[in-house]
């Protein structure tokens, strides 16, 4: 069965400085993992995906991750982080639509300045 | 870019009355799908629905809600007799395929809040 922890429910960063959420997942096959970004009262905008190509993706807004199989982890980076980022991320790892779609309980990222 | 809209943003309804909420998926999807955010919850898979039928729901999604595409643009989650603990965010979205790797779009909810 599969299932995603993100390890830390809130991160606290000053601008500027890097941002590292982290999430470990657990799933049967070789799964797609994505990374959602909430902000106050918006939908879900998509981060980033992976799926099976390049383990370093790329996302909007300077955002990354690593899929690293050998630890079971998908961790969201950025170099440099701003006011803008605060919101709450979730990571999703995902074999399929629906059922197969499995949230993370989600990190409120804070961004001081 | 094309996205998923979602109305009511906000809806108060009263204990044992019926709300619909209502979904326009990204207009070439093929697969919809409703989660639920209860307040400080993970998102839960409720339904997923393809060619005009559901095709996976959970246990949360019990009698007293059904889906429909009425139109070919609208989705729609009905609740028939809500309840308190249907109080939540709602949260529609739409692919492609249903396939692996499909990335799920996802609009920006409508907030229930059941009295």
């Known amino acids: 069965a599969q299932s995603v922890t993100q390890l830390d429910s809130h991160v606290s960063v000053s601008e500027g400085t890097p941002v590292l959420l982290r999430c470990n997942y657990s799933?049967?096959?070789?799964?797609?993992l994505f990374w959602y970004v909430q902000h106050p009262n918006k939908g879900l905008q998509l981060l980033l995906k992976?799926?099976?190509?390049?383990?370093l993706v790329k996302g909007i807004n300077g955002f990354e991750a690593e899929f690293k199989k050998s630890e079971t982890s998908f961790h969201l980076t950025k170099p440099s982080a701003h006011m803008s980022d605060a919101a709450e991320y979730f990571c999703?790892?995902?074999?399929?639509?629906?059922?197969?779609?499995?949230f993370g309980a989600g990190t409120r990222l804070f961004v001081k300045a | 870019e094309p996205e998923v809209t979602q109305t009511p943003s906000h809806q108060v309804t009263q204990m044992g009355q019926e709300v619909i909420l209502r979904c326009v998926p990204i207009?070439?999807?093929?697969?919809f799908y409703w989660y639920r955010q209860i307040l400080g919850q993970k998102v839960e898979f409720l339904v997923s629905?393809?060619?005009?039928?559901?095709?996976?729901k959970s246990e949360i999604f019990d009698d007293q809600f059904s889906v429909e595409r009425p139109d070919g643009s609208n989705f729609t989650l009905k609740i028939r007799s809500t309840k308190l603990e249907d109080s939540a965010m709602y949260f529609c979205?739409?692919?492609?395929?249903?396939?692996?790797?499909?990335?799920?779009?996802f609009g920006p909810g409508t907030r229930l809040l059941v009295l």
């Open positions: 799933s049967s096959y070789s799964p797609s």
């Open positions: 629905f393809y060619n005009n039928e559901i095709s996976e």
């Open positions: 992976y799926t099976s190509a390049a383990t």
């Open positions: 999703v790892v995902s074999e399929g639509g629906g059922f197969k779609t499995i």
């Open positions: 979205a739409s692919s492609e395929g249903g396939a692996f790797g499909e990335t799920q779009y």
């Open positions: 207009s070439n999807h093929l697969y």
